[in-house]
């Protein structure tokens, strides 16, 4: 497997299958995805792009940090789920925030995934919540 920076719209597919299935292209489009500073990761076993990420300059209100960015958006082919993909994303982008001197990384984590973010060192912050048609999250950060 290998990762390398990709464009927003060769995330959708991914995003759609696994974070809104049953919704529609429109669904997955991020209104940050364009935002300057953002990046896109992809994870590709041989040619197929199995995982995506996406890593957005964007501040936590509640939480402390000069320049924060917010992961979206992270998803891994159902067929490729728990063979290191997620991982192998996420410590990317974890390396590359460094070199944007980047201090704080945070997420919206559903919460079947805070086991997966916690094994890569990211933090419960504060209570659950509903996201009104996804369901229960949690805000997770680390520092970088």
């Given amino acids: ?38 990046f896109h990761l992809g994870v590709l076993r041989a040619d197929d792009l199995i995982g995506v990420g996406s890593f957005y300059p964007e501040a936590h209100p509640a939480l ?23 991982d192998l994303s996420l410590r990317f982008g974890m390396d590359h925030l460094k070199t944007q001197h980047a201090d704080l990384l945070w997420c919206n984590a559903r919460l079947t995934a805070v086991p997966f973010y916690a094994r890569l060192g990211l933090e419960v912050q504060g209570a659950a919540f509903d996201i009104p048609g996804i369901g229960l999250h949690q805000v997770m950060s680390c520092r970088i």
């Fill in 64 to 86: 402390k940090g000069w320049k924060q960015y917010r992961l979206r958006g992270m998803a891994v082919h159902p067929d490729h789920q728990r063979q290191g993909a997620g």
């Fill in 1 to 38: 497997m290998r990762v390398r920076f990709i464009k927003a719209t060769e995330a959708y597919a991914l995003r759609l299958l696994v974070l809104r299935p049953g919704g529609v292209e429109a669904d997955v489009h991020f209104a940050n995805d364009r935002l300057e500073g953002a």
